[in-house]
């Protein structure tokens, strides 16, 4: 999950905020809140067996792919001019590197502390694989972590397009071959199971961004309100036809549905930016900024909330509205301020200690 740049041409400065493109990054708070909002329900629903008006909410993994989609766009976006100049993967690294881990690390450590008290520490094996995001099946201490472990494997196949341009467009090139036969595997013999993981139908929704940024860098998108306004109602339209059970939402003609729809309000929030036309709430902008921060430790601040309903003996006083509505404004003010005060200033700490750690490697070299 990265932050969202400008796009050029120049977006007018009354339109940004600190240079980023305020639609999708409005955008990327709401999905977030989505994310939460399945799994407070899913914690009461485990808790009291029954939700109010049944599956509510139940489409929220939804968020999720629209994450998936978002990255593919900001990376191709940002590091277009990288593609085939070797010189510049040490720079890709530092920025996915910073953004990505230190925070991760840091909950990580705070639920294996919390985890540890009730259940012995994970296998070493287990450890290793989940502090580097390894796309191996072992188990994960951080459940959410299974999305950076896809969006982990897609910035290694970036950088090898920005190694040579030709060597990654044939890995590119083959990765979605092996998903489409992945999809198509999966819908002659649905008892059969996935190839791999991270050949998914998640992992297509980065394609999806990645002809987004394309296609905004060729070209002015035409009618991009009537752009934005089909994917809004596709993406919210499946999401309400799954809590209707209308729609499968594990299948993968449903995530399709929802990467498409994405693709499209990418497109269109772009395009009426791009065009001055579009300014998004303050308040969904602060969410949005601090998005990574929601999703990584919403799971912690939601079973800690709920441990303290226990203590008052709340849990079977509140209605389940109201704890819901708790856990979703308990959560975000917790992201809010991990972003704010442990995030921003772990990306600032890790991008300068990166920044200095390389002309000291070079200097050794010479010195050699």
């Not at 977030?32 to 009461?44: N, S």
């Not at 067996?49 to 978002?70: E, I, K, M, R, Y």
Request: net charge positive; proline share 6%.
């Amino acid at each position: 999950m990265t932050k969202v740049p400008s796009l050029q041409p120049a977006i007018p400065a009354s339109r940004t905020q600190a240079g980023r493109l305020t639609g999708i990054e409005a955008g990327r708070g709401v999905a977030a809140l989505l994310v939460v909002a399945m799994h407070a329900r899913g914690h009461l629903l485990k808790a009291f067996g029954t939700f109010p008006h049944d599956a509510t909410f139940a489409f929220g993994h939804v968020g999720v792919d629209f994450f998936f989609v978002l990255s593919g766009f900001i990376i191709l976006h940002v590091h277009r001019d990288d593609i085939g100049r070797p010189v510049r993967l040490g720079h890709y690294i530092r920025r996915r590197v910073a953004r990505v881990l230190p925070l991760y690390w840091a909950v990580l450590a705070v639920s294996l502390t919390l985890s540890v008290v009730r259940h012995p520490l994970p296998s070493p094996l287990t450890l290793f694989n989940a502090a580097l995001l390894l796309p191996l099946p072992l188990p994960l201490p951080l459940p959410v972590a299974w999305t950076l472990q896809h969006e982990v494997v897609f910035y290694a196949l970036f950088a090898i397009l920005i190694v040579s341009r030709q060597v990654g467009l044939a890995v590119f090139g083959a990765w979605l071959l092996l998903i489409g036969c992945n999809i198509l595997a999966f819908r002659m013999s649905p008892e059969g199971g996935r190839l791999i993981d991270l050949y998914s139908t998640f992992d297509i929704e980065f394609f999806f961004g990645m002809l987004a940024a394309n296609l905004l860098h060729r070209v002015r998108i035409p009618c991009a309100w009537g752009v934005l306004l089909l994917g809004a109602a596709g993406f919210f339209g499946l999401g309400i036809a799954e809590d209707l059970h209308r729609v499968v939402g594990p299948a993968n003609s449903t995530h399709l549905g929802y990467g498409l729809a994405s693709m499209l309000m990418v497109l269109g929030a772009v395009e009426l930016e791009r065009q001055g036309q579009l300014c998004a709430p303050h308040a969904l902008l602060r969410l949005g900024n601090a998005s990574y921060s929601l999703y990584i430790t919403h799971l912690l601040s939601i079973g800690a909330i709920w441990q303290l309903l226990v203590l008052c003996r709340l849990d079977t006083v509140l209605p389940v509205w109201s704890q819901f509505a708790l856990f979703i404004i308990g959560a975000v003010l917790v992201g809010l301020t991990v972003s704010q005060l442990i995030e921003m200033p772990l990306i600032a700490v890790t991008r300068r200690l990166l920044s200095t750690a390389r002309p000291r490697l070079r200097n050794q070299r010479r010195t050699a």
